[in-house]
C-alpha cells in the first residue's frame, strides 16, 4: 500500500536559517503529493501541493519539488522566521484509495 | 466563504458520559473524515464517509459512532466505551475519491478533555 516517511523530529533552527524536512513516499501509479501545515492549537492548512513529477509546487516562501526518481518531495525554505513555527505534514493522494496518506509530522521550532 | 465548522473548540466530558462532536461543511465536498491526534503525535482516522448514508471505519473506531445523514454534516459521538478519549479531534472533508489532487480542507479542532 502507499506510505510517506518523513523527517523524524523535532527541527531547531535559528532565524533566518535554511530549512529541508524530507519526505519520501512509496506508491502505485501517479500520486499527488501534499505539504501540510499546523499551527499550535489549529488544524491542518494546505500549504503547497504537486500533482505530477517534476512539478514544483510553492506557497510563503517555502518549495517542494515532486521527485519521482527518487520518490521524494522534500520541503525546502531558504529563510525562516519565528512565525514558521508549526508541525509540518507530507501527504500523499492515489486514485482507488478512499483517504489521503499523512507522514507522522515534524515539528519545527525557530528561535530568534 | 466556504469552510467547515467545527464546534466547540472545547468541551469537557465527565467519565461515562457519551458526547458528540460537530462538523458542518459548506464546500460541496462528497468525502468527510474524522482524525485524532495525541499530543506530539500524527493523525489517527476513526471514521469517513464518501457519500450520505454511508460511512467506513478507520484505524481506530473503537468507541465512536458517526452518522451521515446529510451531505453537509457529519458528528462524532464520542461513546463511554472510549477509555482515553481526551485528545484533539480533527474534521476533514475532500470533493471525492475522483479527485485526489485537491486534497483535503480541514476545521479548526475540537479538544476533548475528560473531567
Known amino acids: 500500500g502507499d506510505s510517506v516517511t518523513q523527517m523524524e523530529g523535532p527541527v531547531t533552527l535559528s532565524e533566518e536559517a535554511f530549512l529541508t524536512i524530507n519526505c519520501t513516499y512509496t506508491?502505485?501509479?501517479?500520486?499527488?503529493l501534499f505539504w501540510y501545515v499546523q499551527y499550535p492549537g489549529e488544524g491542518l492548512q494546505l500549504l503547497l501541493k504537486?500533482?505530477?513529477?517534476?512539478d514544483k509546487g510553492s506557497n510563503k516562501g517555502f518549495e517542494a519539488t515532486y521527485r519521482k526518481e527518487t520518490t521524494s518531495f522534500h520541503l525546502e525554505k531558504g529563510s525562516v522566521q519565528v512565525s514558521d513555527s508549526a508541525v509540518y505534514f507530507c501527504?500523499?493522494?492515489?486514485?482507488?484509495?478512499?483517504?489521503?496518506?499523512f507522514g507522522t509530522g515534524t515539528r519545527l521550532t525557530i528561535i530568534p | 466563504d466556504g469552510g467547515i465548522t467545527q464546534s466547540p473548540k472545547y468541551l469537557f466530558r465527565k467519565e461515562g458520559q457519551n458526547v458528540t462532536l460537530s462538523c458542518e461543511q459548506n464546500?460541496?465536498?462528497?468525502?468527510m473524515y474524522w482524525y485524532r491526534q495525541d499530543p506530539g503525535q500524527g493523525l489517527r482516522l476513526i471514521y469517513y464517509?464518501?457519500?450520505?448514508?454511508?460511512?467506513q471505519k478507520g484505524d481506530i473506531a473503537e468507541g465512536y459512532s458517526v452518522s451521515r445523514e446529510k451531505k453537509e454534516s457529519f458528528p462524532l459521538t464520542v461513546t463511554s466505551a472510549q477509555k482515553n478519549p481526551t485528545a484533539f479531534y480533527l474534521c476533514?472533508?475532500?470533493?471525492?475519491?475522483?479527485?485526489?489532487?485537491?486534497?483535503?480542507?480541514f476545521g479548526s479542532g475540537t479538544r476533548l478533555t475528560v473531567v
Open positions: 506508491a502505485t501509479g501517479y500520486p499527488s
Open positions: 501527504a500523499l493522494a492515489n486514485f482507488g484509495n478512499e483517504k489521503l496518506t
Open positions: 464546500l460541496n465536498h462528497d468525502a
Open positions: 476533514a472533508s475532500s470533493i471525492g475519491r475522483d479527485r485526489p489532487n485537491y486534497g483535503y480542507t
Open positions: 464517509s464518501q457519500i450520505v448514508n454511508d460511512f
Open positions: 504537486a500533482t505530477k513529477a517534476d
